[in-house]
C-alpha cells in the first residue's frame, strides 16, 4: 500500500507554471459564452469610453476654450457627462455580471471535484489525510473566487482599453508615445522575477495551509482520545508551531506580491513625470500643445492603470496556478476501479460466489496479500471467516464488492466476472456493513433509508425490527424522527451498527456482507440480533467476519484464513473435531470466556 501523507509532510510541487491547468478553466467558462459575450461588449463600450475622456478634454483646451466657443464646450461637457454615466452604469453591470458567471464557474469546478474524488479508490483514502482532501474542495477552490469572478474578463478590458490607447497616443504624437514606453522593459523584467518568487512561495504557502488543515481534522476526530489521555496542551502546542509555519510563509508570499503594485506605480509616475519633462521641454524635437499634453497624461493613466491590473491579475493567476495545480492534480488521478468499456449491467443474480485461484497485493511488485485463494459458494449459504488480524479476511470480501481488482486469477458472481460488469448492478445487490459503521448527520429514518431511498416508512421500521433496533428507536425522543449528531456521536456503537444493519437489511441484497457486524454489540443484544437475523440470513449468500466466534457457529462453512490462505475450512462441528487453527482459536476464547464467567 502507498505510504502515507500525514500533516508533516510536505506534498510536492512542480516548479513550473503549468498552462495546461491555466487553459482548463476555459472549459469552465465554455458553458457561460453568452453571458460573457454580453459582459465583453459592456466592457469594450468601458474601454472606448476611457479612451475617447482625454480626447474630448484635448479639443476642449486645444480648441473650444482658445475659441471662446461656449457651444462647443458645453456640448462637448455635456458628452463627457453623458459617457461618465454610461460609464458607471458599466461597472455596475460588469461587477454583478462577472460575479455572477465567476461563482457558477466555481460551483462547476467543486461538483466536478467532489464527483471525481467519490469515484477514487479505497487506497486514495488510506494514503493521505483527509483533511489534505477536504482542502482542496473547500479551501483552495475559495481562493480562485477573486481571479474567476473579476479577473478573467476584467483583463480583457484591460487589454483592449491598452491596445487602443497605445494606438491613439501614436495617431496624436508618435514620438511622445515612444518616449511614453522607454521605461516599459523594465517593468517587463520587474514583473518577470516576482513572478518566479511569488509562484515558490504560495506553492510553499499552499502546503502549509494543508498540513494545518490535516492536522486540525486529525485533532477534531481524535478529540475524545485527547481528552482520556489529558494530552490537550501537546495538541495545542502542535497546532502553535501548525499555524505559526502557516503565518510565516503567508507574511513571505504577501511581502512577495505587495512588491508588484509598488513597482509598477513607481515606473508609472516616472513615466508620467517624464512625459511632463519632454512636452514642456521640447526634449527630443518633441513639440505638441498643451491639449496633447493633458490628453497624454490622461492616456497615459489609460495606459499604465491596465498594465498595472494586468500585473496584478498576472499577480492572482500566479497565486491561483498553485492551487490549480492541487485541484487538477486530484481531478486527474485515474480511478483504478472503474467499469470497463464493454460492462453491461449485472443482471438480477442467485448468490453464487467463485474465487479462482485469486491472488491480490496493493503494488505491482508487492508482497502477496492473498495466495491462490480458491473456493465455491452456492447461492443461499452462509459463510464465516475467521483468522488473525491481517490474514486477509476483509481483503476476501473487498474483492468481492469489487473495491480492488485482483493480481492474478477470478472472482465471479453466478458466473459474471466482477470486472466485467458495472460496478453499479453489482454493488445494488450486495449489502455490506463493515466494523467502522456510518451514521449521518440527519434523523434515524434517513439514516436507514440510505439503503434504499424509494422505502416507506413502514419497511423502514420493518428492517429496524427485524434487528432489534426498532425498541430502543422508540424510547429515543423523537423516535424514528430523532436528529442524530455528525458521525451518531450522541448515540452508543452498539446502536450505531444497529442502524448500520438495518440499513443494510433494507436494502434486500442477494449478497450479504457482514465485517465484524456485532463486535460493539453487548452479548444480550447479540443473542436477540441472532434470532432475527437467522431468517434474513436464508435465501442469501452472506459472508460473516467475525473475532467472536459464537456469532459463527451456525454458519454453513467456515474458514480459517492465515497469512493469505485458506489453512482449513468445515463446518464448526467439523472443525473442532479436526482440533487445527480454528479448535485452537477456539478454545482459547472459551477460556477467557470461563474466567470472566465461570458458570458458562
Excluded at 28 to 44: D, M, N
Excluded at 367 to 390: M, Q, S
Excluded at 423 to 447: I, K, P, W
Excluded at 498 to 508: G, N, Q, T
Aim: hydrophobic share 40%; charged share 20%; net charge neutral.
Amino acid at each position: 500500500m502507498a505510504q502515507r501523507n500525514t500533516y508533516k509532510e510536505d506534498e510536492e510541487l512542480e516548479e513550473k507554471i503549468n498552462l495546461h491547468d491555466i487553459i482548463r478553466i476555459a472549459a469552465y467558462l465554455k458553458p457561460y459564452s453568452g453571458q460573457v459575450a454580453r459582459i465583453v461588449s459592456v466592457v469594450v463600450m468601458m474601454s472606448c469610453i476611457n479612451v475617447a475622456g482625454p480626447y474630448l478634454t484635448k479639443i476642449m483646451i486645444d480648441t473650444a476654450i482658445p475659441r471662446k466657443d461656449i457651444t462647443l464646450l458645453a456640448q462637448l461637457s455635456g458628452l463627457l457627462a453623458v459617457l461618465i454615466v454610461l460609464y458607471e452604469i458599466g461597472v455596475r453591470y460588469r461587477t454583478v455580471a462577472i460575479t455572477r458567471v465567476g461563482q457558477s464557474m466555481l460551483k462547476d469546478m467543486r461538483r466536478d471535484l467532489f464527483t471525481h474524488i467519490q469515484t477514487l479508490p479505497f487506497s486514495y483514502f488510506d494514503s493521505r489525510p483527509h483533511g489534505k482532501i477536504l482542502v482542496r474542495v473547500v479551501n483552495y477552490v475559495n481562493t480562485l473566487s477573486d481571479t474567476l469572478s473579476s479577473g478573467l474578463i476584467n483583463v480583457i478590458s484591460d487589454i483592449f482599453t491598452f491596445v487602443v490607447t497605445l494606438v491613439v497616443m501614436f495617431a496624436i504624437d508618435w514620438q511622445l508615445a515612444l518616449w511614453s514606453l522607454i521605461l516599459f522593459p523594465l517593468l517587463v523584467v520587474w514583473v518577470r522575477i516576482l513572478q518566479i518568487w511569488q509562484r515558490r512561495a504560495y506553492q510553499v504557502l499552499s502546503n502549509k495551509q494543508s498540513n494545518l488543515n490535516a492536522y486540525i481534522h486529525e485533532s477534531i476526530a481524535g478529540i475524545k482520545t485527547t481528552q482520556t489521555f489529558a494530552r490537550e496542551k501537546k495538541q495545542f502546542d502542535t497546532f502553535q508551531e501548525q499555524q505559526g509555519i502557516v503565518r510565516s510563509q503567508w507574511m513571505k508570499a504577501v511581502h512577495i506580491q505587495s512588491l508588484m503594485w509598488p513597482g509598477v506605480q513607481t515606473i508609472s509616475s516616472i513615466t508620467i513625470a517624464f512625459i511632463y519633462y519632454v512636452g514642456i521641454m521640447q526634449f527630443g524635437g518633441v513639440k505638441v500643445t498643451t491639449g496633447v499634453l493633458i490628453a497624454f497624461l490622461g492616456y497615459a493613466n489609460n495606459f499604465w492603470n491596465p498594465i498595472i491590473d494586468i500585473g496584478n491579475f498576472y499577480n492572482q493567476l500566479i497565486t491561483c496556478s498553485a492551487y490549480l495545480e492541487r485541484i487538477f492534480e486530484t481531478m486527474d488521478i485515474k480511478p483504478s476501479i472503474t467499469d470497463r468499456p464493454n460492462a453491461a449491467p449485472l443482471p438480477p443474480i442467485r448468490g453464487r460466489v467463485d474465487f479462482n485461484d485469486v491472488v491480490f497485493r496493493y503494488e505491482p511488485e508487492g508482497r502477496n496479500i492473498l495466495n491462490l485463494v480458491d473456493f465455491h459458494i452456492e447461492p443461499g449459504k452462509t459463510i464465516a471467516l475467521v483468522g488473525p488480524t491481517g490474514a486477509g479476511k476483509t481483503t476476501i470480501i473487498n474483492l468481492l464488492s469489487r473495491f480492488y481488482d485482483v493480481s492474478e486469477g477470478s472472482v465471479t458472481v453466478d458466473g459474471y466476472d466482477v470486472r466485467e460488469v458495472t460496478l453499479a448492478s453489482l454493488r445494488r445487490q450486495m449489502g455490506v456493513m463493515l466494523q467502522d459503521t456510518f451514521v449521518f448527520s440527519g434523523n434515524v429514518r434517513e439514516n436507514i433509508r440510505y439503503g434504499r431511498l424509494e422505502a416507506t416508512d413502514q419497511e423502514v421500521e420493518n428492517a429496524a425490527r427485524a434487528v432489534h433496533a426498532d425498541e430502543f428507536i422508540r424510547q429515543m425522543p423523537e423516535g424514528y424522527d430523532t436528529i442524530v449528531e455528525e458521525r451518531g456521536s450522541t448515540m452508543s456503537a452498539g446502536q450505531r451498527q444497529l442502524i448500520s444493519f438495518a440499513r443494510v437489511l433494507l436494502a434486500d441484497p442477494r449478497i450479504l456482507i457482514l465485517d465484524e457486524a456485532t463486535s460493539n454489540i453487548d452479548t444480550r443484544t447479540e443473542e436477540a440480533l441472532q434470532a432475527g437475523l437467522n431468517n434474513l440470513l436464508k435465501g442469501r449468500t452472506s459472508f460473516i467476519i467475525a473475532h467472536r466466534l459464537s456469532t459463527i457457529e451456525n454458519a454453513d462453512e467456515i474458514f480459517y484464513i492465515d497469512h493469505g490462505q485458506i489453512v482449513e475450512h468445515g463446518s464448526h462441528e467439523k472443525l473442532l473435531r479436526q482440533k487445527g487453527a480454528y479448535y485452537r482459536l477456539y478454545e482459547s476464547q472459551y477460556a477467557m470466556l470461563k474466567v470472566e464467567d465461570p458458570d458458562r
